[in-house]
């Protein structure tokens, strides 16, 4: 199932949060001007060596680790539903002096358009946040590996469904998600703002303050099993599968363990819990093509 008439409010639900994001973050352009990085050394880890490599970066946002990763040698395509995250990504090229080509279109859309013509990148990137929004996984993670070359790798960093478990105020209050399960939510709310300087390292600002969101948003919920699974029914290695007690930037929790580096971990005397995973998967030769 396919749902564009959700995608399509998704995407309303993300063009209405993304200057109240936008607002928390005036240093961003100077600070990655100036040679700073957005992106951690966990997804670094898995996407390895960047130089000279060609790289799309899937559901961009705003494009500041498509900018990142773009500074670390990849000639970078970032994608978006979101005409106003596309918009500040350009600009945030533009007064970065960073080179990176940002398109608007709906990710199932653009893997349809890009394996229709051919095209081909050494890596395929998603972070923090892509899946939820995929109401299909094997159609997907066919397209992901029929625009990856041949050797090319995939990389994903992704919110642990564990975290999905447990409410703002960390009581265990949801099933494990599965199955593509739909969950509605009022909107996308102000991460940024209610994450400090964890999502801010260009420094944080108050910026918009009480946002809310009219547009309301529409997730779909999946398993690590079933998402590793659709990528290797698409005929892609995987060649690594990490888990994380910590998660980077974002504060999904009210009361969380503060830990070096902008991570953020369980609350304090809380047994740990996977909070991220990242994948890393290589097309190989086998890969089938549906293009
Ligand atoms: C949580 S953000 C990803 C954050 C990003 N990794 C970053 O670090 O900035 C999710 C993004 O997915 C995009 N998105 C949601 N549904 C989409 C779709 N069907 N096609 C393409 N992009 C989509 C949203 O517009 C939003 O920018």
Do not use: K
């Not at 559901?59 to 990142?68: E, F, Y």
């Not at 081909?120 to 590996?145: E, Q």
């Amino acid at each position: 199932m396919l749902h564009r008439d959700l995608r399509e409010q998704n995407r309303r639900s993300w063009d209405a949060v993304v200057p109240a994001h936008h607002s928390h973050r005036p240093g961003l352009a100077a600070f990655l001007r100036e040679g700073g990085l957005t992106v951690f050394p966990e997804e670094l880890e898995l996407l390895g060596d960047l130089a000279g490599a060609t790289l799309v970066h899937l559901m961009c946002n705003t494009g500041q680790d498509t900018l990142s990763l773009a500074r670390l040698g990849a000639t970078a395509t970032g994608v978006d539903i979101s005409g106003e995250a596309v918009a500040r990504a350009r600009e945030l090229a533009e007064q970065s002096g960073i080179a990176a080509r940002f398109i608007q279109a709906d990710v199932y859309d653009w893997l349809a358009q890009a394996v229709a013509a051919g095209a081909r990148f050494d890596r395929v990137f998603c972070s923090y946040g892509a899946i939820c929004w995929l109401p299909d996984l094997d159609l997907w993670a066919r397209g992901v590996a029929d625009v990856l070359s041949e050797g090319g790798r995939f990389t994903m960093i992704e919110f642990h469904p564990t975290s999905n478990m447990f409410d703002p105020a960390w009581r265990f209050s949801r099933s494990y998600p599965s199955g593509g399960r739909r969950l509605e939510i009022d909107g996308v709310g102000d991460y940024v703002g209610a994450s400090g300087e964890g999502l801010t390292p260009g420094g944080f600002a108050a910026g918009t303050q009480t946002f809310q969101n009219d547009e309301q948003a529409h997730l779909f919920q999946w398993g690590i099993g079933e998402v590793v699974t659709a990528l290797a029914l698409a005929g892609l290695r995987i060649t690594t599968l990490r888990e994380y007690p910590f998660v980077n930037g974002e504060r999904p929790f009210t009361e969380m363990r503060a830990l070096p580096g902008r991570r953020l971990g369980a609350p304090e005397g809380s047994p740990e819990l996977p909070l991220m995973y990242g994948v890393a998967a290589i097309r190989c030769a086998t890969a089938t093509a549906t293009g």
